[in-house]
């Protein structure tokens, strides 16, 4: 009996304050759509990023004078560096090879130019944890030995995508931050609004003794409402964009399918819970403020 | 501290609720100064005992609906205590208030009745909120608009009742719980003579049937006819209380006073009943 009371009453306050509920109303689907929408592609993003930064690897060169001693020599105490996770040879031959299927304007007529292999066979260095890798170029760079000629490690490329991925990110959560902050002030306005337009019921509700919280759940409801709804017209019309156009492409091209991103079914819960929530902060501001009972 | 008083005041308070001899409504020396400086009341002391019909009379802005909004508890006092059954009010939680104000029936000049319901669905409402049941509601609804005699408007709206009737109403409203004490600030202020004694008629009722009841009003006229006890409150100070008193007395109030004070001791040990 009191929850329907409650819920009438929440109905009849939302009735009279149809037009601010409406506006807090596209404010948190506003809100849960652009979440709705970033949250993926900073995982995606993210997830390059670290994609990325698994492959970071250091090269050692080795000079073309060292002895194959000196060459095993090196290759150990790699290995005995802490930190290594994995040390590759590669030959003269092959990093030709590599160089000329990268780029292969470049390297095959510069070799034929040459008339000899330019490049130096190296050890690539894969490190267990990537933010590790400078210290451990610079043991490399201490140990001094006599086969190895110069340590280049292709951290600057990563350090690149990063702040880029960093930056997508915290435009993401400024956007949203601020979006999040005009729900509550829509929502808590539209209650303010109810707050008044109710408040002879306020009034008597007090005088014959109603208890406080029998006097704020009708309003906590009503923007509880607002946020529900916003809510779940902002999923709706995700999944019409995610059905439409995200399917289609990602049957096609396995690329848009390849870095993980939050399940769909979590994502909808994750958007209702924020709006539900931003919504109910913003009717408890409100209620905190106007109505001292 | 405070709520190791409280608890073990909480049974002898009920029991103290219960003797008669436990005043209904008492001030005790109660100040209350408002946030500009203006004096609501200036060191009251007085006692109201069960059953008893209590006009509390003055010219605007003597202390007669700061006395009312006290009892509420809807402002607190600046000084003094205000026991209602024996309970003080300023020890009371603010969780208890809704509790303590379903004991007391407030009537207003202006009625204060929900606009767009219906008088049945006026009185529904204020049990509604303080979760009566929808059988209880509908068993006691109709039973109190009978007492007023409004059977016959349930389904109007407010606007479409007269002043009286919207006064009964409002009187419905308060009395639908039968509460022990009875408020009534200016409940005839805005009717005319005749319907006026009809609404003193029905509160009359009501006190016969057993409640305190305290009407705050500046109706001469009603008050000398009803002949009950009269509270004079002027700049907030009692300057008069007298048993079956009329609106002013014979008397000038400062002879009357000096009287009074002779005869009762400046009201400390009450009046006698």
Redo the contacts between chains.
Sequence with gaps: MPFTFFLREALRGLKRSSAPALAALLTVLLTALVLGVFIPIVQATTGTANEVRSRVVADVYIKDAATKSQQDELKQSLEDTSGVKSVEYISKTEALERAQEKNPKAFKEGAELLGANPLPASFRVTPEDPDKLDSIVATINQSAQPAMDEVRNREEDTDKILSATGLVKALTAGLAALLVFASIALIANTIRLSLFARRREVEVMKLVGATNWFIRWPFVIEGVIVGFFGGLLAVLLLIIAKQTFIDPLSDRFALLAGPDTIDFPLLIVVLMFASIAVSAIGSGITLRRFLRV | MASVRTEQAGPRARRRAQDPNVPVVEFRDVSKVYGGGSVGLDGATMQIQRGEFVFLVGPTGCGKSTCIRLL?KEIEPSKGELFIAGRELGGMPR?RV?????NIG?VFQDY?L??NRTVYDNVA??L????E??QEIRRKVPDILRLVGLSTKLHNYPDELSGGEQQRVSIA?AFVNHPPLLLADEPTGNLDPETSIGIMQLIYRINRAGTTVVVATHDSQMVDKMRRRVVELREGRIVRDQLSGLYRPDESTTEFAVRLRGELGVGDEGHPN
């Design positions: 509420m969780s809704p509790y303590m104000r379903r407030v204060k929900l606009p409402y204020s509604q909120v303080i979760g049941s929808r409203r």
